[in-house]
């Protein structure tokens, strides 16, 4: 009952490498309903510091305001800011 997942096919996880973290889309009843970082808590506890690049649909169903980048900032008193960032309108 959760929708459909769908992840970048070339991620390195889906090529032996072990999964710290990778973004995907979920869609439910033909709709695209989120968009999301899915990240381990193992990576999380390494304190990682990482800004990667969204892989962008070619089409969107609503008009509106999306993210292009992602990322995780450790910070000095060791909380973390996990981020959509660099908003574009489509």
């Known amino acids: 009952m959760m929708g459909a997942h769908w992840v970048d096919v070339t991620s390195p996880e889906l090529k032996g490498s072990p999964f710290t973290e990778t973004f995907i889309f979920g869609s439910y009843d033909g709709k695209v309903t ?4 899915m990240i381990t808590r193992s990576y999380l506890k390494t304190s990682p510091t990482l800004d990667k ?10 008009p509106g305001y999306y993210p292009t980048r992602y ?4 910070n000095t008193d060791g909380s973390q800011d996990i981020t959509l960032d660099s908003f574009v309108k489509r």
């Open 34 to 37: 989120f968009w999301e970082q």
């Open 71 to 74: 990322g995780i900032r450790t």
């Open 53 to 62: 690049q969204i892989k962008l649909p070619a089409q969107y169903q609503t």
